[in-house]
């Protein structure tokens, strides 16, 4: 059984930081493509960066230059680390990962940006 875990948000102000993790279990992780998506209140689901199984990154245009993915094999887990952060990044935040066009979402973690 695939398991998805998120973890990592929280309450931060504005230009603070956090790092989310996203753990996969059940899944041979290293032909994975695993992907951060949020979703504020009242708004579509969006792409936020994507890593390939050869740690390709991808970024959303809106957090480049904040946000850096990363992926650790050996611990079948992706980092996002946020810095920089805007109150309009408040979201849920979910980690995704994809295995020969199977995919799986974890149950999101909650990140606010406010003072």
């Known amino acids: 059984q695939v398991q998805v875990v998120e973890s990592g948000g929280g309450l931060v102000q504005p230009g603070g930081s956090l790092r989310l993790s996203c753990a996969a279990s059940g899944i041979v992780f290293s032909i994975t493509t695993v992907g951060w998506y949020r979703q504020a209140p009242g708004k579509q689901r969006e792409m936020v960066a994507t890593?390939?199984?050869?740690?390709?990154?991808n970024y959303a245009g809106s957090v480049k230059g904040r946000f850096t993915i990363s992926r650790d094999s050996a611990k079948n887990t992706v980092y996002l680390q946020m810095n920089s952060l805007k109150p309009d990044y408040t979201a849920v935040y979910y980690c995704?990962?994809?295995?020969?066009?199977?995919?799986?979402w974890g149950q999101g973690t909650q990140v606010t940006v406010s003072s």
């Open positions: 890593i390939t199984n050869r740690r390709n990154p």
């Open positions: 995704h990962v994809e295995q020969r066009a199977r995919n799986y």
